[in-house]
């Protein structure tokens, strides 16, 4: 059987099926939580946030209308709302090692495999610091998270043209960065 799309879960929390609510939640809740735990410092922190992004999911889902934003891309822009919504707040800026957002698989790895991916995590994260913030951003929703250019272009309100520009300049930074850590 073939998982729903989006738009199907949608239509049906539409018609009031708390369950599709549900579906929406399980299939997003990961990688939402690892976008803005990419964005915070703190891993309690990103669960209260990513906790609030499926609460405002839910109190304007009624509003949400598929034909103007896909989906994931109109999740994403409440993410990157509340997250910078948090930090005019706290009006400090700190990030974490992306490694921390990683998913934790349940299998024992070779130590030495552990380490070479942080060191690795730990050269890239340094890297992105080094970019424009308009670059990180981009670079981190198309990269890390996994969102098409017309899902970024739409999170961050922006134009496509905008979004590959902002990408071809980010990957050039961030290859440059590289070579310097």
């Known amino acids: 059987m ?21 579906q929406l939640y399980d299939r997003h809740h990961e990688r939402i939580f690892r ?13 209260d946030l990513t906790g609030e992004v499926f609460t405002r999911m839910v109190i304007s889902l009624p509003e949400y209308r598929p034909t103007a934003v896909p989906f994931r891309a109109w999740l994403y822009r409440i993410a990157h709302n509340l997250v910078v919504d948090h930090y005019r707040k ?19 790895e070779n130590p030495a495999s552990i380490v070479e991916r942080q060191i690795t995590v730990e050269r890239v994260h340094r890297a992105l610091d080094r970019l424009d913030p308009s670059q990180r ?11 098409s250019l ?11 043209a905008a979004i590959k520009s902002l990408q071809h300049r980010g990957l050039a930074a961030l290859r440059a960065a ?3 850590v």
């Open 2 to 22: 073939v998982d729903p799309s989006d738009g199907d879960l949608v239509r049906r929390a539409h018609e009031g099926d708390v369950s599709a609510v549900g």
């Open 178 to 180: 590289l070579k310097q």
């Open 90 to 108: 706290e009006s400090h800026h700190a990030s974490v090692p992306l490694y921390h957002a990683e998913s934790q698989s349940g299998e024992a």
């Open 35 to 47: 976008y803005v735990w990419s964005r915070v410092s703190d891993s309690h922190l990103a669960e």
């Open 150 to 160: 017309r899902e970024v272009a739409l999170t961050l309100g922006r134009s496509i």
């Open 137 to 147: 951003e981009v670079v981190v929703l198309r990269f890390l998270v996994g969102l």
